[in-house]
């Protein structure tokens, strides 16, 4: 069977260079990068090192498991009985749907559920990064199964209806309605959702917000507030980044940030940031994904109708939702071969943005801002050429620095 051989293949491929990945940490973890030498000490790098190990191997064992169960469910014929009992549930569409959709979500959830707590409670509390009681995080917890139960409710439902409204032309009204249901929550979430999680109030250093303001209308970028939250409720984690459509935006800086960085690294990071909103990143990445979602949504679209389809999984009769759980589960492994070129593009970003940030700020700033936020979420300096190919979003720290560094003719900090 063609598509078990790929199920195999593939997440054992990105098992493996987990595995490499983390060998080559504990070879190179204790080897101070060229040009931090005074900035991290022994004992600093080896908890960073440690903390990569740790966050590493969880993060390995979290993937092997949902994939071997995710294999179990659909080759071992778990998912097909599920299938047939939800038939048995209604013989409406919308309602079968909705009843598979919701059982699986749930799934997925209880399955990552016990890796979510030996993260804050044991490696997180290890570290010193994690401030949650258990009842805070029961809390989130149960906020966030109600939204995504909520969302299942949404998207499945609707979906479905065009489905049966349209039979030939689902795919692309499916694509639309997934668009605007994007962009709404996109315009909601800051007012709506994330005060549901983190507690938003106006920045109390009312100077470095009238800088902050000052550096974004320098690049014609208007700042509508700016807001710290109350991050350090629950992690010692640092970040700070933009919210909006369109040329008026929010800022938002985790309060933690706000404790470890000066003035002018904060607003080089934020120049950064700024960087990705003139490059026009967050425009063209758009675009570019929802091309993507629309050429894979009518690929799922032939797909699901054709009649092999049961005979790849061994099963003899699939509904219209199991099909379309098939066809996810295709296009995931599809995505395993995508994500480097993706990820790829958006390391090329990084690179564009901090030579943004270099026309706004000094350089030297902005690489001292990205040291301490390195030290203080204890990042990895030494990750693999291979697993930054595949997994990594962002040029490593060093290699950033590095190039900072090499433009304004720094040698240290």
Partial sequence: MLLLDLALLLPSLEAAIRIINLRYLRYH???????????????????????????????????????????????????????????????????????????????????????????????????????????????????????????????????????????????????????????????????????????????????????????????????????????????????????????????????????KLDRAEILAVLAHELGHWKLRHISKSFVMFQALALGAIYGAYRFINWEGLPSLIGAAHCSFPMRVSIAMFTGSLVSVCLSPCLKALSRRHEWQADNFARGLVEPSALASGLIKLAVDNLANLHPHPLYSAYYASHPTVVARVARLRSHDGTVGI
């Fill in 29 to 259: 973890g204790n080897e101070i990068p060229s040009g931090f030498e005074g900035v991290i000490d022994a004992t600093t790098l080896g908890r960073m090192s440690a903390y990569a190990g740790d966050t590493g191997r969880l993060g390995l064992a979290s993937h092997l498991v949902a994939q071997a169960l995710i294999i179990l469910a659909i080759f071992g014929g778990a998912l097909e009985r599920y299938d047939q009992w939800i038939a048995h549930v209604s013989h409406s569409l919308i309602i079968q749907g909705v009843c598979f959709f919701l059982g699986v979500s749930w799934c997925f959830v209880l399955i990552s559920l016990p890796f979510g707590m030996v993260s804050s409670f044991v490696i997180e509390q290890r570290f010193g990064f994690n401030h949650t009681t258990k009842g805070l995080f029961w809390a989130d917890f149960a906020k966030g199964l109600l939204l995504s139960t909520v969302f299942v409710l949404v998207l499945t439902s609707c979906g479905l209806c065009l489905v049966k409204w349209s039979p030939q032309f689902w795919w692309v009204l499916v694509w639309l309605f997934f668009l605007v249901f994007e962009v709404t929550v996109t315009l909601v979430a800051p007012r709506l959702i994330e005060p549901l999680f983190m507690k938003t109030t106006p920045l109390e250093r009312e100077e470095l917000e009238a800088d902050i303001c000052a550096l974004a209308k320098s690049t014609g970028v208007k700042v509508d507030r700016v807001f710290q939250v109350d991050a350090s409720r629950r992690s010692g984690h640092t970040n700070a980044y933009f919210t909006g459509l369109g040329p008026v935006k929010r800022v938002i800086l985790f309060d933690t940030l706000l404790e």
